[in-house]
């Protein structure tokens, strides 16, 4: 823009000068609005006329700037006066012998230019200020999931921790116990053996489902799809649970859709199924009900597993798919379990590209809603 300016300046002093050389007034009125002046010097250096549009210009200051204009050896350019700045073309006189010197000053222009220059200045520290803050909440933002998911990992090593440290503690206590009484059989020690066992079983079920979810997480554990008989599947996986429903009182209620075919892993959507019917058996009270239905629906197939047990408050419902949640009361302390057998059961589901629903009446009952695409 500097340049530009400079360019116009020159151009408009060189126009001043043809219109002066014409000794046209119409001419000459067309820059009554520019800041000029021109001078008309004879060869002996005699001032023979002078005219400035700038009123603080007198003949004293119109015949400094004529020296100062004169000492300088080339015929146009930029002078500065008294912190004024001007653009001059010196040219011969054609009517007489002599120069013309026409000027123009670049005052106005150059507060422009310091104006413009202030204002991309601080343009460009607001922007700079904007981009700043905004990279620092982009940042930010992009390190919420990195947050999380070390938070997760972090929750997760401190449940793990935890939950292995319950059972090896009974295990340790139940050896001194036995170590105590070497003179006494197997037979008289079995309540302490019988001890580890349980806790043995719970550690390896719990390091079973703990290598799962690290495959998952480093989506290593993959689906082995194939087509397969839905319904037989799922009366494999229920037929151990009726006499182990029947030794609690409890009714085992199966309604299974025959001869339906899905595409999928079997192994995991018969791991999906034990897991439900595991957890309705286990928080159902004796008389309790659980029920088992599946059926297809258009392009879908169903899956409804619900018990009569104490329940799930509202609260807790959207936390149960969560590693490690289990509700906080007596009786879920009471039960044994992982706590990570709901999220198992959870990324099946989606990974068949499903949904899983949980509905509750504290008191009354729970019920688990899954649909299942039949071609994934």
């Known amino acids: 823009m500097e340049n530009q300016i400079f360019n116009q300046s020159e151009q408009l002093v060189q126009n ?18 520019a800041d000029y ?28 700037l004529a020296k100062g204009i004169l000492r300088r050896k080339s015929s146009k350019g930029d002078f500065d006066w008294h912190d004024l700045s ?3 073309l010196k040219v011969p006189q054609k009517q007489q012998q002599g120069l013309l010197i026409v000027s123009v000053s670049q005052n106005r222009e150059l507060m422009v230019l310091k104006f413009l220059l202030a204002a991309l200045f601080i343009t460009g520290v607001i922007c700079l200020g904007l981009a700043f803050y905004c990279s620092l909440y982009l940042a930010d933002k992009a390190l919420i999931p990195i947050r999380k998911s070390w938070q997760r990992q972090k929750d997760f090593v401190a449940d793990a921790s935890h939950e292995l440290r319950t059972p090896l503690a009974v295990i340790q206590t139940n050896l001194e116990l036995v170590m105590g009484n070497r003179k006494e059989t197997v037979e008289e020690q079995e309540e302490w053996l019988t001890n580890i066992k349980i806790e043995v079983s719970h550690m390896t079920r719990l390091v079973e489902d703990l290598l799962f979810l690290a495959r998952v997480d480093s989506e290593q554990q993959l ?11 799922i009366n494999q996986v229920v037929q151990p649970f009726i006499p182990m429903a029947n030794n609690k ?6 309604e299974v859709e025959p001869e339906v075919d899905f595409y999928g892993d079997e192994k995991r959507i018969s791991q999906l199924i034990l897991i439900l019917v595991d957890n309705a058996i286990k928080h159902t009270p004796i008389n309790g009900e659980v029920s088992l239905k599946m059926r297809v629906v258009s392009n879908a197939v169903d899956i409804l597993v619900s018990d009569t047990g104490e329940g799930i408050e509202e609260q807790h419902l959207d936390k149960i798919f969560e590693r490690f949640y289990r ?24 990974k068949h590209k499903g949904t899983i629903k949980v509905s509750s009446i504290p008191g009354k009952e729970t019920a688990f809603t899954i649909r299942l695409p039949k071609e994934n």
């Open 16 to 33: 001043i000068a043809t219109a002066i050389e014409s000794g046209s007034a119409q001419q000459l009125e067309r820059f009554d609005k």
């Open 327 to 350: 509700i906080d009361t007596a009786r879920a302390k009471s039960i044994e379990g992982t706590g990570l057998g709901l999220s198992i059961a959870n990324w099946i589901v989606k």
């Open 223 to 233: 689906l082995e799809r194939s087509n397969f008989s839905l319904d037989r599947a």
């Open 249 to 254: 009182g409890i009714e085992l209620k199966i």
């Open 37 to 64: 002046f021109y001078i008309k010097i004879k060869e002996s250096g005699e001032i023979t006329q002078a005219f400035s549009t700038n009123p603080h210009f007198g003949p004293k200051e119109l015949n400094e």
């Open 86 to 88: 001007f653009t001059f």
